[in-house]
């Protein structure tokens, strides 16, 4: 799988977008990028994925650029609760199993 | 069904006394994986099972380490002999075959102490 690279740490104002980068420069083209967060002493939440397009849920967007090199997870209006570790992942083999390989995340803090 | 269950939550041992960790996955999900995590580092991937098939072991799995998960529901990983350095949160997650639609779902951890 390619490897990520993400800040350690980012601050956001609480009600304010946080938008978290990720890089994947080595990214192949079968290769997805998923994003987790885990709140402390809990086990990690999926939040969302994709290929290439950029995709929305309930919880984030994720935009991608188009050379899928860099994304970014955009939480639209941050709450205290979203305080947590997220992590970028890239994925190749996620229809046949096997493991996703964490990197050490960007530590969010939301701040009053 | 209430998601992916782990027990115990907690669990502190002496030095040298073997250990079982148990997962409970979600029902109809037919692969389950083991990771383990230390303070400040993201979760390291042990090993994965579809159905009662273990198919990947990492390196991180030494001979003390075992899991099973007969019948391909609850899946337990045992540590023989534990040493200070198996201190860590142990994770377990499920998923569906193919690439699921949300991802793996984690349980809560259980969290080992080694004294």
């Known amino acids: 799988d390619a490897k990520t690279t993400q800040p350690p740490s980012m601050d956001c104002a609480e009600g304010r977008a946080a938008n978290l980068p990720c890089n994947h420069s080595?990214?192949?083209?079968?290769?997805?990028v998923y994003w987790y967060r885990q709140i402390h002493s809990q086990g990690p939440q999926y939040i969302i994925h994709?290929?290439?397009n950029n995709e929305t849920n309930e919880m984030a967007s994720l935009i991608i650029t188009e050379d899928r090199k860099s994304s970014t997870l955009i939480l639209p209006h941050a709450t205290l609760r979203d305080t947590a570790v997220y992590y970028c992942?890239?994925?190749?083999?996620?229809?046949?199993?096997?493991?996703?390989?964490f990197g050490e995340g960007t530590q969010l803090t939301v701040n009053p | 069904d209430t998601g992916v269950s782990q027990d115990p939550r907690h669990k502190i041992t002496k030095r040298g006394q073997n250990v079982t960790f148990r997962c409970d996955p979600i029902?109809?999900?037919?692969?389950l994986y083991w990771y383990r995590q230390t303070l400040g580092q993201g979760p390291e991937f042990l090993t994965y099972?579809?159905?009662?098939?273990?198919?990947?072991k990492s390196r991180l799995l030494s001979d003390r380490f075992s899991a099973e998960r007969p019948k391909g529901s609850f899946s337990t990983l045992e540590i023989q002999r534990t040493e200070q350095g198996d201190s860590a949160m142990y994770l377990c997650?499920?998923?569906?075959?193919?690439?699921?639609?949300?991802?793996?779902?984690f349980g809560s951890g259980t969290r080992l102490t080694v004294v």
């Open positions: 997650a499920s998923s569906p075959s193919g690439r699921p639609a949300g991802g793996y779902t």
């Open positions: 099972f579809q159905n009662e098939a273990q198919l990947e």
């Open positions: 029902s109809e999900h037919n692969r």
């Open positions: 992942i890239v994925d190749g083999v996620g229809t046949s199993g096997s493991r996703l390989t």
């Open positions: 080595t990214i192949s083209g079968n290769e997805y």
């Open positions: 994709g290929l290439k």
